[in-house]
């Protein structure tokens, strides 16, 4: 019956798109998701902005023998909801005192599920994976490859969440009937979330997520429906678009909550990261180090459409006011890490990879070009293959450790110098988040690499602290000097011109080694 009871509640509520007032709702605590690609975290935030308690749970990475990424959307709907009683049984919070719920989620993921249910008809296919590769050869999609990068600010690939929608829609058994019927859902991991967590009264995603899936015309700020029916869409299967600070509904968390509580600051990760970061104002840049990796540039209100290998995206839509990013996107930053310790088993943690590189030959000059799954941006090359170039009879396992490290650099150093070329202004300090900034080679080779000031924020999980500053701006909970909470530490480059040049310039010649095209 109390369940019931919440349900009903959050039925006639979503009905309407809610005005928050600051006093409506009496918690002081915001819990914030950030449902990343190795795993689900709830952080709890009080009235002053602090991170009190975080609590994870991973999920199942599902790889085949065809090298397909694949997540359970039911599992990481179950891990959704228990972190949440995690997060405030651990911080002994009472789940009355909070006041909302904020999402970050991994983004170019897509995801199907039952409209009637909410069940996933089939797992998720990762943004990693590349499965549908083919769908982007086909020539009524790849003779559009000019028009969708006008349209929707990315360029035509695999990577992106129309074709994994496609590649759903084509393989999973009664998609395409339901889908003429309007039976089925379909969208970015946001949406799912949202949809499980307001039992299928609100399908919504925000402006962020829809700018990734490369269906969403960033100009009109509408599902473009030329593009959506070339990759055999229905654009009224997709979710509506929200400002990010706008309701998603209401929760009662499957009853765990008395009161419904309101969803709201739904963005992806790296945008999250970016809001977080404080990066709210034209020019300036930050980077999220984790699986792969995002680095962004604030353009402000009028897109730019890159002439360099980027993408243009939506930051994110606050009260009706759009802005916009520049990004670069790397499949393989942290997962290097992970391919050095649970493939090649040359490490037992991350952590060692520090004092390996230190250690490492000064003279050495080995590059590992990490194109596991092809290469991102700049070069949007999916055929592309990983290579370890520059070996002689001394490279040995501190060598190979910090050719890992300094793989990573180089890749953010490629799309650094592409959004410089793009804005026609230098990027004098990154901004940076994610478990590797601890890493103190990998942050004083990526200030030297690129020739910046490096500001790591003391805060690492900028992403689910962009979510929550967001919620609980839009609640009346906090203002904007919540920003005033995050502090840094710099890193100032050492390394002189014409070694960085030259190092450079050797990972540059590494890369058109690998490149197909």
């Keep these: 019956m109390e369940k019931q009871s919440a349900k009903q509640t959050a039925k006639e509520i979503a009905k309407h798109d809610v005005k928050y007032d600051a006093g409506h709702h009496a918690g002081k605590y915001i819990v914030s998701i950030d449902q990343s690609t190795q795993g689900t975290k709830a952080l709890l935030f009080n009235e002053r902005g602090e991170l009190c308690m975080r609590t994870d749970l991973p999920h199942k990475q599902i790889v085949n023998s065809k090298g397909w990424v694949s997540h359970d959307g039911e599992e990481i709907y179950q891990n959704t909801i228990q972190v949440i009683k995690n997060v405030l049984a651990i911080a002994k919070v009472n789940p009355d005192e909070v006041a909302g719920l904020g999402i970050s989620n991994q983004r170019e993921t897509g995801i199907m599920w039952e409209r009637e249910t909410g069940k996933p008809s089939d797992y998720a296919v990762v943004w990693q994976c590349a499965r549908a590769a083919q769908i982007c050869e086909r020539k009524e999609i790849s003779g559009m490859a000019g028009k969708i990068r006008e349209k929707t600010g990315l360029q035509l690939s695999p990577y992106f969440t129309a074709a994994k929608i496609c590649w759903l829609l084509e393989n999973v058994k009664g998609a395409k009937e339901k889908a003429k019927d309007h039976n089925i859902c379909h969208g970015t991991m946001d949406s799912y979330?949202?949809?499980?967590?307001?039992?299928?009264?609100?399908?919504?995603t925000d402006y962020s997520n829809a700018s990734r899936t490369q269906l969403f015309n960033i100009f009109t700020l509408t599902w473009d429906k030329e593009i959506c029916g070339s990759f055999g869409i229905d654009t009224e299967n997709l979710p509506e678009v929200k400002d990010s600070n706008a309701c998603f509904g209401y929760t009662d968390c499957e009853g765990f909550f008395a009161k419904p509580i309101p969803i709201c600051g739904v963005m992806g990760d790296s945008h999250a990261a970016l809001f977080g970061q404080n990066c709210r104002s034209e020019g300036k840049t930050k980077v999220t180090y984790g699986t792969g990796s995002s680095i962004m540039m604030n353009i402000g209100e009028k897109p730019i459409l890159s002439s360099n290998g980027l993408v243009t995206s939506l930051a994110w839509g606050i009260s009706g006011k759009p802005e916009y990013v520049l990004e670069g996107n790397l499949n393989y930053t942290g997962a290097v890490i992970t391919w050095l310790k649970d493939s090649v088993h040359l490490i037992e943690s991350a952590s060692e990879t520090e004092a390996l590189a230190k250690e490492a030959a000064q003279e050495d000059s080995l590059y590992l070009v990490p194109a596991f799954s092809g290469l991102g941006a700049p070069y949007w090359d999916s055929n592309a293959r990983a290579a370890i170039v520059g070996m002689d009879r001394t490279t040995g396992k501190a060598?190979?450790?910090?050719?890992?490290?300094?793989?990573?650099?180089?890749q953010i150093t490629d799309i650094v110098r592409a959004m410089e070329r793009d804005s026609e202004k230098k990027i004098g300090i990154l901004r940076v988040d994610g478990g590797p900034t601890r890493n103190q080679y990998l942050m004083q080779f990526q200030s030297d690499i690129t020739g910046s000031e490096v500001s790591i924020s003391r805060i690492e999980e900028l992403s689910g602290t962009g979510a929550a500053f967001m919620a609980g701006m839009a609640l009346g909970v906090?203002?904007?000097?919540?920003?005033?909470?995050?502090?840094?530490?710099?890193?100032?480059?050492?390394?002189?011109?014409?070694?960085?040049?030259?190092?450079y310039g050797g990972y540059k010649n590494a890369v058109a080694m690998v490149r197909t095209r």
């Design 193 to 204: 979330l949202i949809y499980r967590l307001t039992r299928g009264e609100v399908y919504a």
């Design 399 to 410: 060598e190979l450790a910090r050719a890992a490290l300094e793989s990573i650099a180089y």
């Design 478 to 503: 906090w203002q904007e000097e919540i920003f005033d909470t995050i502090s840094w530490s710099k890193v100032l480059p050492q390394m002189t011109e014409e070694v960085r040049e030259r190092k």
